[in-house]
């Protein structure tokens, strides 16, 4: 009776060291997740570097510059004052034209001689030339007076160069005013107003002044008429806008710097 109680008691005290053995060969494993790296949301950059509080803008030029035939707040001037008030909504921005439709290089000296205006302009446009050309003026006049008016705008522009941007001379030929004129006409036109811009790209790369070329937007004049003023021979509020699209990026540049 005992041995058969001992051999019972035996394999009892078998079959529970067996089941825990299995169970300690076989724990259940923890299993660790790999560590993730949340996503790093990208802080939004301002659009643009900040800039003086108040800036005053000063436009020289002929009826390209006042907008001849398109209204007050569609010429070029007024639409880049608008388009920087966009950029920099907590900056005050200030504009003075002095330009007037038919007036030379030599009209504009003059008037900058009369109006004399102060000093402290943060940004300078400059724009002139066309009636040089329209009046049959010699072309040395240019050569003289555009170098003149390019000082005076570095002077007006609180001495800074890089704060005077100059304009190409929009071409008239391709417009529905030039469209009684011979060919040869046109074509006269067109050399003279690459002429007058080369002189004036020139002269600005070689003093580091900024020049902007707009002259092939109006030569698209023909071609897509909303580009032309409702006298057919200046630009439209839309030639324009187009003109500060190509402005707008060196304007930036020179109030950010």
């Given at each position: 009776m005992k041995s058969h109680f001992k051999q019972i008691v035996v394999v009892i005290l078998s079959i529970f060291l067996l089941s825990c053995s299995t169970e300690e060969a076989n724990p259940e494993t923890a299993v660790t997740p790999p560590s993730v790296t949340p996503p790093t949301t990208p802080v939004p950059s301002t659009p643009t570097s900040p800039i003086a509080k108040s800036i005053n803008y000063l436009a020289l030029g002929d009826s390209y510059t006042i907008g001849q035939s398109v209204c007050e707040t569609c010429r070029f001037p007024e639409q880049l004052k608008m388009s920087l008030k966009m950029f920099y909504s907590q900056t005050d921005f200030s504009l003075k034209i002095i330009a007037t439709t038919g007036w030379t290089t030599t009209n504009l000296i003059s008037a900058i001689n009369q109006q004399k205006p102060e000093s402290n302009y943060d940004l300078v446009t400059l724009l002139i030339g066309v009636n040089n050309q329209y009046q049959g003026r010699d072309f040395s006049l240019y050569e003289k007076e555009f170098p003149e008016?390019?000082?005076?705008?570095?002077?007006?522009?609180?001495?800074?160069?890089?704060?005077?941007?100059?304009?190409?001379?929009?071409?008239?030929?391709?417009?529905?005013?030039?469209?009684?004129?011979?060919?040869?006409?046109?074509?006269?036109?067109?050399?003279?107003?690459?002429?007058?811009?080369?002189?004036?790209?020139?002269?600005?790369?070689?003093?580091?002044?900024?020049?902007?070329?707009?002259?092939?937007?109006?030569?698209?004049?023909?071609?897509?008429?909303?580009?032309?003023?409702?006298?057919?021979?200046?630009?439209?509020?839309?030639?324009?806008?187009?003109?500060?699209?190509?402005?707008?990026?060196?304007?930036?540049?020179?109030?950010?710097?």
């Open positions: 008016l390019a000082n005076k705008a570095i002077m007006l522009a609180k001495g800074d160069k890089k704060n005077v941007i100059v304009v190409s001379i929009p071409d008239y030929a391709y417009t529905s005013f030039a469209a009684n004129l011979s060919q040869s006409q046109k074509t006269k036109i067109s050399t003279e107003i690459d002429q007058y811009n080369a002189f004036a790209e020139s002269y600005c790369k070689a003093n580091q002044i900024v020049f902007v070329n707009i002259t092939d937007i109006t030569r698209q004049g023909l071609n897509n008429p909303n580009l032309v003023a409702s006298d057919g021979l200046h630009p439209s509020e839309s030639a324009y806008a187009l003109f500060v699209e190509r402005l707008l990026p060196q304007v930036k540049i020179a109030l950010q710097d």
